[in-house]
């Protein structure tokens, strides 16, 4: 696998978040390069092009049919349920490739997740609960638990998880802008609740646009993707991947990656800056961090064996395009170990075109050891399995 160039990402960058008094990451000045618009053109897939995966992995297309296909969850019998996150978006049911739809007429949904016999689903305005009979894999009318309404606006992924013991709920809040100091505390958060959604905390906050929440398997650590800021120059700021401690902050808006102060606010909030912490993996600028996934398969080589993968989106504010891709980090002892590597690529056509294919978004491993690989832009779902010896 070929290692990704990140000019942003050197080996110091891999730390531990409790260690916040290494902040000493190098990175690009700020307005080093100008801020651009460039966004990527939806194309039908080239006759002669295809996806690429490392030697004795296939990939073939799932599932398609779909709008906005976004997260994937598995049911309590291994049964696979997806979000449609439009306006009026709906959360299908899928079994042997044969989808119904299970709830309909959500606003922009994308977090799931099951507590005791309900599925949880969070919209951009609201999480509410189902009774979710696993025999029949139906879901009864819909209970809100947290009201969301006056967060319409802005970025409207909520991710959404439980710790093991299934005592607190978590919920992630985007920012409503790109950069902004007047914005509600709950946004640009993970947000902290009892399952019928009361108890709220804030759990950790200055975390811009969290798309990616999910334990570490067999701990309570919470891991998050994150999407950072823009208009500070091509290699500004970092994406992250990162577990999160309580009450950490992570330096939105005032600093990036620790205490690399933002200009546009420099000297406003000194105390916020110094204390901010430095993420565990810095990965590229405007890469669109998504989902991820934690391997624990055993279909797949020994090497990606609790390892995480992570969805690229893709650039759009780049003048070379970047992102667009799955890639795979290594493990060791519970953080990364290396820095992330090729895994799934070929959606973008070049750096220097608009033109790409599909978007990838979420990431779900299969009972089988399998993965499968949402894609926005490609309105359809991949599944990489593994054929080699």
Not at 226 to 253: C, K, M, N, S
Request: overall charge neutral; aromatic content about 12%; charged content about 25%.
């Amino acid at each position: 696998m070929r290692l990704i160039l990140i000019a942003c990402l050197i080996p110091s960058a891999i730390i531990a978040a409790e260690d916040n008094s290494r902040k000493n990451v190098a990175l690009p000045a700020p307005f080093a390069t100008p801020s651009v618009r460039n966004g990527p053109t939806i194309i039908p897939q080239p006759a002669d092009v295809h996806l690429k995966v490392p030697p004795g992995f296939v990939v073939e297309e799932y599932l398609s049919g779909f709008e906005r296909p976004r997260l994937m969850i598995l049911g309590p019998s291994k049964e696979l349920l997806l979000v449609d996150s439009t306006p009026m978006g709906t959360v299908w049911l899928i079994q042997a490739k044969d989808k119904k739809k299970l709830i309909e007429g959500l606003d922009r949904p994308y977090g799931m997740a099951f507590w005791k016999d309900y599925l949880y689903v969070a919209e951009a305005t609201s999480v509410k609960r189902y009774k979710y009979d696993a025999k029949a894999m139906t879901a009864g009318p819909g209970e809100e638990v947290v009201s969301l309404k006056q967060f319409a606006k802005g970025i409207s992924t909520r991710a959404l998880a439980f710790d093991r013991k299934g005592e607190k709920m978590y919920v992630s809040v985007s920012a409503e802008m790109d950069i902004d100091t007047g914005e509600d505390p709950m946004r640009a958060a993970v947000n902290r609740y009892n399952p019928d959604g009361t108890g709220h905390e804030i759990y950790a906050s200055g975390t811009r646009n969290i798309i990616g929440m999910h334990l570490y398997p067999g701990t309570d650590t919470i891991w998050i993707g994150v999407e950072e800021r823009d208009a500070l120059g091509d290699d500004l700021v970092p994406d992250y991947f990162t577990h999160i401690q309580q009450g950490g902050f992570y330096g939105w808006p005032y600093a990036y990656i620790g205490n690399h102060e933002d200009p546009r606010y420099k000297g406003t909030h000194p105390e916020l800056v110094a204390k901010a912490l430095v993420p565990d993996l810095p990965v590229g600028s405007h890469v669109s961090m998504m989902d991820f996934a934690f391997y624990t398969g055993k279909e797949f080589p020994k090497q990606y064996r609790g390892g995480a993968f992570l969805a690229w989106h893709g650039s759009f504010n780049r003048s070379k395009r970047q992102g667009y891709e799955i890639a795979f980090v290594p493990f060791a002892k519970g953080k990364p170990s290396g820095p992330p590597r090729d895994f799934l690529t070929g959606w973008m056509t070049s750096p220097d075109s608009t033109d790409v294919w599909g978007r990838p978004v979420a990431i779900l491993e299969l009972p089988d050891g399998s993965l499968l690989v949402s894609d926005d832009g490609g309105k359809k779902v991949w599944r990489i399995s593994y054929k080699g010896k």
